[in-house]
């Protein structure tokens, strides 16, 4: 670009400027406001980074034979046009993969989930982040990289996302929202959704203003659409403190599974069975990251959940999952998947669900 305007756009501005005295260039008023239009259009490429995603070994390698015979039938137009459409259509199906996803992100100690289905819609619930424990001095704060740098946002890239539609912040811990402003640099955010004790948090109220988008109160009854059906909101049901027990709370049959995201709840649990006489669950994320205080067994039996995911960092200094909690999932045979041990948890597929974890 740099080239076409000291070459071409220059020296012709020029001309036409040593021209204004003697002649109209109104003419030119059109010309200006393209020009304006691609600028910013560039500049705005150079802001955000075009995101193919990366490709699976098969594409990989399908992608390689496929510049392979490139190089050797670039001349003859047959081939040219058909392995060029061949690209094209890897590339594509890299960004813009062909099923249905539910992944719980290996973030450590904290939370998010994606979604996203054969559309391309995506759900972003919770961003993780970084707990601090004490005060550090100015230069390793300066230093600190943010830790969605490293797990959520790399993931998101590695999926060709570079926009999520609906972001939920359950609530106001840091380990769920902290890296939220990151995220929003990096990437386009359609809309965030909060709970409405949230917003009586003047530290958490003051982020949202900086990443200006829109924002929406929950309330229960709303819903998110995705996989030809929707997350609909359960809790909270009035005005909390920002805190665990106020999470925003997720329900949705997705690909015939009904799944429930409960944010870092813990008493909310009892609520739940109050508001709610028939929940029936068949994968729950466990409230708080399986804490002591989470996951009722009367809740458990209530909703009768056959998977439980729980996202906990490894060795972390809270010991979650709890020693109780997990004999309490066990008691009602789930089958337990855990960050801290098996990384990533991916739910995918067209019409029903396979599971994947990174570490086996």
């Given at each position: 670009f740099s080239f076409v305007f000291d070459v071409l756009l220059l020296p012709g501005l020029s001309v036409i400027l040593l021209l204004s005295p003697f002649i109209k260039i109104t003419w030119v008023n059109g010309f200006f406001i393209l020009m304006e239009k691609i600028i910013?259009?560039?500049?705005?490429?150079?802001?955000r980074p075009w995101i193919l995603g990366k490709p699976t070994g098969l594409v990989f390698l399908l992608l390689l034979f496929c510049l392979f015979l490139l190089y050797d039938f670039h001349r003859e137009k047959k081939w040219l046009l058909g392995l060029s459409l061949m690209l094209a259509l890897l590339f594509f199906i890299t960004k813009h993969p062909l099923e249905n996803e539910v992944t719980v992100v290996d973030v450590g100690q904290g939370d998010s989930i994606f979604l996203r289905d054969m559309r391309g819609r995506t759900v972003l619930i919770d961003v993780g982040g970084r707990v601090d424990f004490a005060a550090k001095e100015a230069w390793r704060e300066r230093s600190r990289e943010a830790n969605a740098e490293r797990t959520l946002i790399p993931y998101l890239h590695s999926r060709g996302v570079d926009r999520i539609d609906d972001l939920v912040l359950t609530h106001t811990d840091a380990d769920h929202v902290g890296d939220v402003l990151e995220v929003a640099k990096q990437i386009q955010i359609g809309k965030i959704y909060v709970s409405p004790g949230s917003l009586t948090v003047p530290d958490?109220?003051?982020?949202?203003?900086?990443?200006?988008?829109?924002?929406?109160?929950?309330?229960?009854?709303?819903?998110?659409?995705?996989?030809?059906?929707?997350?609909?909101?359960l809790y909270p049901n009035g005005i909390g403190d920002g805190g665990n027990n106020d999470s925003i709370v997720l329900y949705g049959r997705l690909l015939k599974m009904n799944f429930l995201f409960t944010g870092d709840l813990e008493q909310g649990e009892l609520?739940?069975?109050?508001?709610?006489?028939?929940?029936?669950?068949?994968?729950l994320k466990a409230g708080h990251h399986g804490s002591k205080g989470s996951s009722y067994p009367e809740f458990l039996d209530h909703i009768g959940a056959k998977i439980a995911l729980i996202s906990a960092g490894e060795n972390n200094r809270y010991q979650h999952p709890h020693k109780e909690t997990l004999e309490r999932l066990d008691s009602q045979n789930m089958q337990v998947y855990r960050t801290d041990l098996q990384g990533a948890i991916r739910f995918r597929g067209w019409k029903q669900w396979s599971i994947e974890t990174v570490k086996e």
């Amino acid at each position: 670009f740099s080239f076409v305007f000291d070459v071409l756009l220059l020296p012709g501005l020029s001309v036409i400027l040593l021209l204004s005295p003697f002649i109209k260039i109104t003419w030119v008023n059109g010309f200006f406001i393209l020009m304006e239009k691609i600028i910013v259009w560039v500049a705005e490429l150079g802001v955000r980074p075009w995101i193919l995603g990366k490709p699976t070994g098969l594409v990989f390698l399908l992608l390689l034979f496929c510049l392979f015979l490139l190089y050797d039938f670039h001349r003859e137009k047959k081939w040219l046009l058909g392995l060029s459409l061949m690209l094209a259509l890897l590339f594509f199906i890299t960004k813009h993969p062909l099923e249905n996803e539910v992944t719980v992100v290996d973030v450590g100690q904290g939370d998010s989930i994606f979604l996203r289905d054969m559309r391309g819609r995506t759900v972003l619930i919770d961003v993780g982040g970084r707990v601090d424990f004490a005060a550090k001095e100015a230069w390793r704060e300066r230093s600190r990289e943010a830790n969605a740098e490293r797990t959520l946002i790399p993931y998101l890239h590695s999926r060709g996302v570079d926009r999520i539609d609906d972001l939920v912040l359950t609530h106001t811990d840091a380990d769920h929202v902290g890296d939220v402003l990151e995220v929003a640099k990096q990437i386009q955010i359609g809309k965030i959704y909060v709970s409405p004790g949230s917003l009586t948090v003047p530290d958490f109220v003051a982020t949202l203003r900086k990443i200006n988008v829109p924002v929406h109160v929950v309330n229960p009854g709303d819903r998110l659409p995705i996989f030809d059906s929707y997350l609909e909101v359960l809790y909270p049901n009035g005005i909390g403190d920002g805190g665990n027990n106020d999470s925003i709370v997720l329900y949705g049959r997705l690909l015939k599974m009904n799944f429930l995201f409960t944010g870092d709840l813990e008493q909310g649990e009892l609520d739940l069975i109050t508001s709610y006489p028939q929940l029936p669950v068949d994968v729950l994320k466990a409230g708080h990251h399986g804490s002591k205080g989470s996951s009722y067994p009367e809740f458990l039996d209530h909703i009768g959940a056959k998977i439980a995911l729980i996202s906990a960092g490894e060795n972390n200094r809270y010991q979650h999952p709890h020693k109780e909690t997990l004999e309490r999932l066990d008691s009602q045979n789930m089958q337990v998947y855990r960050t801290d041990l098996q990384g990533a948890i991916r739910f995918r597929g067209w019409k029903q669900w396979s599971i994947e974890t990174v570490k086996e």
